[in-house]
């Protein structure tokens, strides 16, 4: 873990590319240190039906869940989503700055009471590393 989530409203496809978008948050998330890179798993959600503020047409959005294991400290979880938001504002400064946007991001704890996994992404990730 973790899960990286990135929505986006549909009118950005002509301004944005998604896969570097997706890069740099998935980049970012490692550059913290947090997690494990076997562990990262970043992936994006066009959204093609929205309205957004006051319903124009130009309006749009971006907002990324960071899905964590339970466990962190609060200052941890508040470092790793700053890093995160950051790199997609950076990103997205160009879009910013001539179009109506929205970018969010929210750090979320899973629920393991009912969470289940399996998973051999450590181990063959390790194998290529050598």
Known sequence: MPHLIVEYSANLDDQIDIEKLIEAVH??????GVFEVAAVRTRAERRDYYVIADGHEDNAFVA????????RSRETRQR????IFDAACEYLEKVYERTPLAISLEVQEID???AFRKNNLHAIVKERAV
């Open 64 to 71: 990324i869940s960071v899905r964590v294991a339970p466990g």
């Open 27 to 32: 980049q970012a998330a490692l550059r913290t």
């Open 112 to 114: 393991n009471t009912a």
């Open 80 to 83: 790793l989503g700053q890093e």
